[in-house]
């Protein structure tokens, strides 16, 4: 059978391929933009990709999903991660494609050591520092990444721990270190010790994303109609952090209360993104991401953010 | 979010995507999913194996299917009640007229070769339709919007030569060196040299999928061997077998020169270790070379097939001999001499096999060590960015279209960097009005170069008509009378002045590509010298006005050094410019001097750019681009990655 190299050795020189056909990877949470970073992956021939999802596969699931096919029979009361899983599949016979079923904040540390990497999206914020945690107590390393879009906009959270990789410059291979804050340390970071220039969209997810947290809400699921509530945690937040309310503008909010709906080509762009930053982080080689990264439809800009210390 | 009015455009919109390749796939995908529903797709080629690991809507049972019509049925089960149509055709075909072409809304280009780029571009400004176009390389990419009288069009900009390779090229038809060098670095020297768990194509033509695992045993040493054997057997099969068995399939050959076999008996007759007594001291000196060894001094020579082929050999000999230990973990690298050599040779032989001009090591390196390849990511990032433009232009939103880069490495923190799209080039010879002039010796140059190098090769027309006032000294067609074509065959040999109608100074010329739509005049003037070295046509076109460069900033973005090595840009007909590689070919400068961004021009304000440097003006139009000096990662070229591939241990 022939296996598919693909980007993989193209970010690899040949001595090297087999580190990324070797790597596993976990992702929880699967929506259009998780499914599209899945298509990427597999395409580059990971050795493993485990999916966790649990939730019955919907109408709504299918939108923004192409991994899903709207075909009553195939995917009667099966779970996403089911239905991906075998799509999946299809796209690189070499790749390992499973589903893993259960609650993913009782999964104890060791289970997460079988993996390199883990991705999650569509998480509350208690659930991901959770995770991020679990995986930081390992020895081993393992690369924790968050992403979510809400509307037109995408965040990627990247936390590679003490991360040495090297790069060429000017014809040299030099061996480059990067401390990475895990992501509570990083939203810890108090508002007004930030750069002027930082990012709106990085204080508008960390609103509502504290409002879903606040009011126990599924993520992802914070509509319109909430839109007072979001304001006045705002408020509150802004006072704690001596930010000026208009850093987040009331326009900036509203367009990401459009709850659980996606929109494709932001889906496409975000998980194009975190496809090349997880294959970058395996393989070891090329400056990785840190740590945050935005993108917003309607400016069309991709900002990188460094949250840290 | 989507809007109302952006899923009412959406659903009312006719999408015409030209090319269903790596761009192609995932555009058609996050088309469907975004609620279009009438989409006509057009590509020409079918699908191969190595299109598998990127091109995620083919399967391994679509290899020899057309592209086009796949990629609908992949993407119709996802979304089974929209429309999908595709074509199997090449969109320089007649029936994808203007007439066609103003059906559309908008035309969505996810294209690899310039030349159909050109022909696109003349055809929307011709039908007056909106063309989204794109673009990757490695992991550079970008977005580019293009509305007639609004924006730029496509070609008011100069655009490198084009730098991908489809894989049947390298594999079966090369017709530049630069294709021969991608051989036998990629495929030829990663077989012999590198990791042997990565299956490559050496054998395998575009679609022969079965072939590849039959002829392993061929490239294994064989214990005891001896080298030169060894050498010669791998230099008989890929120069004279395997070509022996291109040959056979007729099909390939129609319209292109056929290549001719070749082997080591013919070029070398007697045994080298024979011959050449210098072998043994090779091995004194550290650095193990096949030019020290065969007393070739000079790296910018043009060896003759002879001598390549010695080199051959005995950089394969000193491999096995000097560094044995590193066979089946070797990567080429551009520093490495003995690699060096070994790829010149190969390429060299194998491009005299095909009748290319063969290039001296020092030219062959500055090539081998700058080939970049594409990355599969790039492709889903710059389709979700058309996406977004397309309906941006659906709804007519033209304050916010933009031109979007996709970095490699981040300038001003950004990854992906819109920039604001350009008033057209004033000067621009598809759409504007500007006359053009030609300085040309009328009694010298014959119509002939006119046409192939200002007509076809500048002008990008593909089917030329050309006239003077009301008389046609020559056009193509199918339908032309004999006795017309053998006038036209005559005209095309006579000089300029000699012409049935006299081309002289005063004279004007009107060159059209009907199906283009395209039609210029171009006034000759006449002039006695051109200056051999930087006039080497004899000829020069004028009224277009090249945008000032600034020097600096002449390096494309995420590409240091090795781009400063390039050769220039410019496409010219000439054997030895053939070779240029530009890799990044368009994703170049952004901010130029004299140009207005779009906002400007519809405010009424001109900013003054008179006094100032180039430096300042790009400060106040945008941001200025870090280009990080980084050397390029050695990757594959698009289109066909995977011709290396993990077999299953």
């Known amino acids: ?309 | 979010m989507a809007s109302q009015e952006q899923l009412s455009a959406i659903k009312g919109a006719k999408v015409l995507m030209v090319g269903a390749g790596g761009i192609g796939c995932e555009l058609l995908k996050t088309l469907a999913l975004s609620g279009f529903q009438d989409i006509h797709i057009i590509d020409m080629d079918t699908i191969e194996v190595s299109n598998l690991n990127r091109q995620f809507l083919f399967r391994q049972s679509h290899v020899g299917q057309s592209k086009a019509k796949v990629a609908r049925d992949a993407v119709l089960r996802v979304r089974p009640n929209i429309s999908i149509t595709p074509y199997h055709a090449n969109v320089k075909e007649s029936r994808f007229n203007v007439d066609f072409f103003k059906e559309f809304d908008v035309v969505l280009n996810g294209l690899d070769n310039l030349d159909a780029r050109r022909h696109v571009n003349r055809l929307c400004l011709a039908a007056d339709v909106p063309l989204v176009e794109s673009g990757t390389t490695g992991f550079l990419g970008q977005v580019t919007v293009h509305l007639k009288g609004k924006t730029e069009c496509y070609e008011c900009q100069p655009k490198p030569a084009p730098k991908t390779y489809p894989v049947c090229t390298i594999t079966s038809t090369p017709s530049k060196f630069v294709h021969c060098i991608v051989w036998a670095k990629d495929l030829l020297f990663a077989k012999l040299f590198g990791d042997k768990n990565l299956e490559n194509d050496l054998n395998v033509h575009s679609n022969d999928a079965a072939n590849s695992s039959e002829h392993s045993d061929v490239f294994e040493y064989r214990k005891d061997e001896d080298i030169e054997e060894y050498g010669r057997r791998i230099y008989d099969h890929v120069f004279g077998h395997n070509i022996e068995v291109a040959l056979s399939n007729e099909e390939t050959w129609k319209n292109r020169n056929k290549p001719r076999p070749i082997y080591s008996k013919d070029v070398l007759p007697e045994k080298l270790s024979e011959q050449n007594g210098n072998m043994e001291k090779g091995c004194v000196t550290d650095d193990v070379s096949a030019m020290a060894s065969l007393g070739l001094k000079n790296p910018q020579d043009v060896w003759s097939l002879g001598e390549n082929s010695r080199v051959f050999l005995e950089a394969l000999r000193l491999f096995f001999l000097k560094r044995e230990k590193e066979i089946g973990n070797l990567t080429f690298d551009k520093d490495d001499q003995l690699a060096v050599e070994f790829v010149t040779a190969a390429a060299n032989i194998r491009a005299s096999s095909f009748g290319i001009p063969l290039h001296s090591l020092f030219e062959a390196k500055g090539i081998a060590g700058n080939i970049v390849h594409a990355v599969a990511t790039t492709n889903a990032i710059i389709a979700g960015l058309i996406v977004i433009e397309a309906i941006k232009v659906l709804i007519k939103d033209s304050n916010n279209y933009r031109m979007t880069y996709c970095l490699e490495h981040p300038s001003r923190k950004m990854l992906l960097m819109p920039v604001e799209p350009y008033e057209p080039n004033k000067s621009c010879y598809v759409c504007s009005e500007t006359p053009l002039s030609l300085e040309v010796n009328t009694h010298r140059s014959k119509l002939r170069d006119f046409v192939e190098k200002i007509v076809k090769a500048k002008l990008g027309m593909n089917f030329p008509l050309i006239m003077q006032g009301a008389s046609i000294l020559y056009e193509v067609g199918e339908d032309l009378e004999e006795d017309m074509v053998a006038i036209y065959a005559a005209n095309l040999e006579k000089a300029l002045s000699e012409l049935p109608s006299p081309v002289t100074s005063g004279t004007v010329l009107t060159v059209e590509d009907l199906q283009q739509e395209f039609s210029r005049n171009i006034n000759i003037k006449h002039r006695e010298e051109f200056d051999e070295e930087k006039e080497p046509d004899g000829m020069l076109l004028s009224g277009w006005v090249e945008p000032p460069v600034d020097k600096d900033k002449n390096k494309p973005i995420g590409n240091g050094e090795s781009t400063s090595n390039a050769l220039p840009a410019e496409e010219s007909l000439e054997a030895k410019k053939d070779v240029t590689i530009q890799e990044i070919s368009e994703v170049t400068e952004i901010a130029t001097g004299t140009k207005r961004k779009l906002s400007e021009v519809s405010k009424g304000t001109t900013p003054d750019h008179s006094g100032l440097s180039d430096e300042t003006r790009n400060h106040n139009q945008l941001e200025k681009l870090d280009v990080d000096d980084e050397d390029d990662e050695l990757m594959i070229s698009d289109d066909w990655e995977s011709l290396t591939k993990k077999k299953r241990l």
Not at chain 1, 285 to 294: I, Q, Y
């Open chain 1, 1 to 309: 059978m022939i296996a598919k190299l693909g980007f993989g050795v193209l970010m690899l020189k040949e001595g090297n391929f087999h580190i990324l056909s070797k790597s596993h990877i976990l992702v929880y949470g699967i929506k259009g933009t998780v499914a599209e970073f899945c298509k990427n992956i597999v395409l580059a021939g990971v050795g493993s990709l485990t999916l966790v999802d649990d939730r019955v596969v919907n109408e709504e699931a299918l939108s923004a999903n192409f991994l899903i096919l709207p075909d009553d029979n195939l995917f009667q009361g099966k779970t996403l991660a089911e239905v991906c899983c075998d799509s999946l599949k299809e796209f690189n016979p070499m790749v390992r494609v499973s589903v893993e079923k259960g609650d993913i904040s009782t999964f104890g540390v060791e289970f997460f050591e079988k993996f390199d990497v883990v991705v999650i999206s569509c998480c509350s914020l208690a659930k991901k520092k959770l995770i991020n945690q679990k995986c930081r107590k390992l020895s081993k390393r393992v690369a924790f990444y968050t992403v979510d879009c809400r509307g037109s906009c995408g965040e990627i959270f990247v936390d590679l721990q003490n991360y040495k990789y090297s790069k060429k410059k000017l014809e040299e291979n030099i061996d480059c270190q990067l401390e990475y804050p895990s992501f509570e340390e990083a939203i810890s970071v108090p508002w007004r010790a930030l750069p002027r220039r930082v990012s709106k969209l990085y204080f508008a997810m960390r609103v509502i994303e504290g409002f879903e947290d606040v009011e126990g809400s599924n993520p992802g699921e914070t509509l319109i109609a909430d839109l007072p509530g979001v304001l006045k945690l705002r408020k509150e937040l802004c006072e704690t952090n001596s930010l000026n309310e208009s850093q987040i503008p009331n326009a900036l909010l509203e367009r990401l209360l459009i709850g659980t709906r996606e929109y494709p080509p932001v889906c496409a762009i975000i998980g194009g993104i975190l496809g090349q930053e997880v294959i970058k982080a395996i393989s070891g080689k090329g400056d990785p991401l840190k740590n945050f990264f935005f993108f917003d439809a309607m400016d069309g800009k991709g900002l990188i953010e460094d949250i840290s210390e």
